[in-house]
């Protein structure tokens, strides 16, 4: 019985490989559904927000101390990764159980194929459940198509699965011990099974797979794995060639974003500082969806507002962008579990309708307090209506960089909040509701700050030795990063070199309040090792605060070094 299993197991992992790999491919050619990020999405829930924050923290800490690469991608990466073993760990489990019953369950016919469709069934109303679930406006393939897919995909597994197991058992082990199948038939208590003591010879060629007799069982799995294994990497590697850029779609009206406002600034960023203007494709991405973001048709779209206004009211993409006046900010998003030094922040243009506007319109009643924000992946937060009517600068984004907004950034609508993390500030939005009290948002309710106010931050990109320079007989290295605290914008910035004196840092003018700033400090060089620290000061002349503290609940603080 134990060896049936383990031979169950380890057939069911050769024939789940390439499953997992073809499900793959067909998601990055065909937009078929990536089930293993489905199945995820839709456990994240149910698991303790505390275990999954642990996890995610876990996680970055491996990627930035083995360096791999972006956090936030490869965050994506290694989530992607997990759905797929849980996928592969559930369906070798289905697979396990089919050979350790399939034996008794000889006589009906197709029982691999019957089981993989019991074990689809499921799969394929989770997948559903989370790509149209929450979001009305799903893009992608139909339903009937995406089911037929993935219990398709299946059957041919449980057929594949069934073969497998069959040919396995009818092949000969070269050897003198008892066949796999011989041991646990005999050792099984299974009052339906006739005994089989029969010698090895006589139960092969009783078995009409009169090719088995040629091959080993070693040379078998060999085979196998080959196959099974040439199918995997050709169908991941292929997936992996689908994986393409979104084009962009440009706003009727640019703003001209990159017409920056700053460009007479005399303060020039130190070389290796990171770009003013964070391009595109290199802003982070952070959100609950472990694989494809939700995909929403813009055409059929509409954002509904309701609750406890006067007027309620949906609007449509075309409406908000030609029925109001854009909005265009420069703004610095970042996320609340952005560490000291981290990139999960970055700098762009965005542009939308002042929240202010649509208020006018839809007429919040007077026991109106919050609006609640529901996205098309389950997400939502909840903002104040005194917030909105004190800041203009709250907005409906639909553009960045003068570009409809990306999928996985929002498309088509997403909210901007002054000097917000980016916990509180929904992409993907669908729904907004007016009422009467304050709620928890999805992050609050897994004990993240209730309102996330971005801290005060500053950082070292930078001691650029290559770029010394001489001024009056003195050499010079130019240090540089980036200040930010939120709206509040940054009056200060200052250097300490080796414990030294706090030293002030030139600030260039940045493109508005509510982005960062660049600083530049020109350190008079002197030999040796050497350990540099910054500090700010926001608008209000506040120092940041310096002790050091991780992200959770409310923003990393602390004093970011840098040694030479
Ligand atoms: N619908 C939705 N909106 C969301 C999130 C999410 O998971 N779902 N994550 C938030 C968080 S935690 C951050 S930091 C920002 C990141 O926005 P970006 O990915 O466009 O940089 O989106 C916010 N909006
Ligand atoms: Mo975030």
Redesign the pocket.
């Known amino acids: 019985m134990k060896r049936t299993i383990l031979a169950g197991a380890v057939l069911s992992t050769l024939i789940t490989a390439p499953l997992a790999a073809i499900i793959f491919l067909a998601n990055r050619a065909l937009n078929l559904p990536f089930v293993p990020t489905n199945l995820m999405d839709w456990l994240i829930p149910i698991i303790p927000g505390g275990l999954i924050t642990f996890g995610i923290d876990r996680m970055i800490d491996l990627i930035t101390a083995l360096d791999l690469g972006r956090v936030?991608t490869t965050a994506k990466l290694a989530e992607g990764i997990m759905a797929v073993f849980l996928f592969m760990g559930l369906s070798i489990g289905v697979g396990t159980l089919y050979a350790t019953f399939a034996e008794s369950l000889r006589r009906i016919p197709f029982t691999g194929v019957i089981i993989a469709v019991i074990f689809a069934i499921p799969l394929a109303v989770v997948s559903d459940y989370e790509l149209t679930g929450k979001n009305a406006f799903y893009s992608g393939p139909s339903l009937v198509a995406r089911s037929a897919w993935i219990i398709g995909a299946f059957a041919v597994w449980g057929l594949a699965l069934q073969w497998v197991w069959r040919r396995w058992n009818a092949t000969p082990v070269m050897d003198a011990t008892p066949s796999l199948a011989d041991t646990s038939a005999s050792a099984s208590s299974e009052p339906a099974l006739p005994p089989t003591p029969a010698p090895i010879k006589a139960k092969v060629t009783a078995i009409p797979y009169q090719k088995a007799q040629t091959l080993s069982r070693r040379e078998f799995l060999i085979r196998l794995g080959g196959a099974t294994a040439t199918i995997t990497v050709i169908g991941a590697g292929l997936g992996r060639l689908f994986t393409s850029e979104e084009e962009a779609v440009a706003v009727e009206t640019p703003f001209n974003f990159a017409d920056f406002p700053n460009l007479a600034s005399t303060v020039v960023p130190a070389p290796g500082t990171r770009p003013e203007y964070t391009p595109l494709d290199q802003?982070?991405?952070?959100?609950?969806?472990s694989g494809n973001?939700?995909e929403i048709d813009g055409e059929a779209w509409r954002l509904t507002f309701g609750g406890l206004v006067a007027n309620p009211m949906t609007f449509s993409l075309a409406e908000l962008q030609n029925d109001y006046e854009p909005l265009n900010q420069y703004v610095t998003?970042?996320?609340?579990?952005?560490r000291i030094a981290g990139r999960?922040i970055?700098t762009t243009g965005w542009t939308g309708v002042s929240m202010q506007d649509v208020l006018a319109k839809v007429q919040p009643t007077e026991e109106a307090t919050h609006l609640r924000i529901t996205?098309?992946?389950?997400?939502?937060?909840v903002v104040a209506l005194d917030l909105i009517r004190e800041d203009e600068r709250v907005m409906l984004c639909y553009a960045?960089d003068d570009q409809l907004?990306?999928v996985?950034?929002?498309f088509p609508l997403?909210i901007y909040i002054p000097d917000r993390?980016?916990?509180?500030?929904?992409?993907?939005?669908t729904e907004i509701e007016a009422i009467p009290e304050w709620e928890e948002g999805?992050?609050v309710r897994r004990n993240w700050d209730r309102d996330a106010i971005m801290k005060a931050t500053s950082v070292i990109d930078t001691v650029a030795l290559d770029a010394v320079f001489e001024e009056n007989g003195q050499q010079y290295v130019p240090i540089g990063g980036i200040a930010h605290a939120g709206a509040r914008s940054i009056s200060k910035v200052e250097v300490q070199v080796d414990g030294g004196d706090w030293v002030e840092a030139q600030i260039r003018e940045p493109f508005s309040t509510t982005t960062w700033v660049i600083w530049r400090y020109n350190w008079p060089f002197s030999d040796g090792e050497h350990t540099f620290a910054v500090r700010c000061y926001d608008g209000n002349g506040e120092l940041q605060i310096t002790e050091t503290q991780g992200s959770r609940p409310s923003g990393a603080t602390g004093i970011h070094t840098y040694d030479i």
């Open positions: 936030d802003h982070y991405r952070i959100d609950i969806n973001p939700p998003l970042s996320c609340v579990s952005n999960l970055g996205s098309a992946d389950g997400f939502w937060e960045w907004l990306q996985k950034h929002g997403r993390y980016g916990m509180k500030q929904p992409k993907w939005i999805y992050w």
